[in-house]
């Protein structure tokens, strides 16, 4: 199975409501990302937790990580039309003399409805 | 703000045909990336590139692709001999460091194979 899975595949609230986001992997990380792509658009970075830290906020997004969970969830508070978008956790792992690699999920397409 | 730059933003070839894929990473990141999106699938990783050498490749990134760093600021992949099922988007990322930071990542490449 894969290494990073996004829960749910989709996503759909209204202006104003909260949204969550949920990301499980297997093995242990050195850190999670958070990226968010617009349709036909490249990838942005979001937000990084590293496997000490258990919760990390900037501006309306909150990430939290549960490494005994192998879990980590993305908030979003207060959405906006704007934040419509797919949204993909990325697990950095190390591989074995100095090399890292980083793995996307398969993401979560998020819908606001204004 | 620095930015990962790609170009085509659309190239269509024929089956069998080479192709190369352009991207100019931010200037003073170390580390450079290519993944692949199949259309409404999730992100795949296909190699990164450090010090003018392959540091990491997937199973995807087999005798058929190949990386180079040509000069100073260009970071291509070339697929040799395209396949249908090579249709997909390419994004290029860059990094400043390794299992530390993100990666920075272009507006990608669709390549279309018919």
């Known amino acids: 199975s894969q290494q990073g899975e996004e829960d749910p595949q989709a996503l759909s609230i209204q202006e104003g409501e909260n949204a969550t986001m949920n990301c499980s992997y297997k093995t242990s990380i050195n850190n999670l990302q958070w990226y968010r792509q617009n349709s036909g658009r490249g990838l942005v970075h979001l937000i990084l937790i590293r496997s000490n830290e258990r919760e990390k906020h900037s501006g309306r997004l909150r990430v939290t990580l549960d490494t005994s969970k192998k879990s980590s969830s993305l908030l979003i508070t207060a959405s906006r039309a704007a934040d419509t978008a797919s949204y993909f956790c990325?697990?950095?792992?190390?591989?074995?003399?100095?090399?890292?690699?980083?793995?996307f999920g398969k993401g979560t397409k998020l819908s606001v409805i204004p | 703000e620095p930015e990962v730059t790609q170009t085509p933003s659309h190239q269509v070839t024929q089956m069998g045909q080479e192709v190369i894929l352009r991207c100019v990473p931010i200037s003073n990141h170390l580390y450079f990336y290519w993944y692949r999106q199949i259309l409404g699938q999730k992100v795949e990783f296909l190699v990164s590139?450090?010090?003018?050498?392959?540091?990491?490749k997937s199973e995807i990134f087999d005798d058929q692709f190949s990386v180079e760093r040509p000069d100073g600021s260009n970071f291509t992949l070339k697929i040799r001999s395209t396949k249908l099922e090579d249709s997909a988007m390419y994004f290029c990322?860059?990094?400043?460091?390794?299992?530390?930071?993100?990666?920075?990542f272009g507006e990608g490449s669709r390549l279309t194979v018919l």
């Open positions: 990322a860059s990094s400043w460091a390794r299992g530390t930071g993100e990666l920075f």
């Open positions: 990325a697990t950095e792992i190390y591989s074995g003399a100095g090399s890292y690699q980083l793995t």
């Open positions: 590139f450090y010090n003018n050498e392959i540091s990491e």
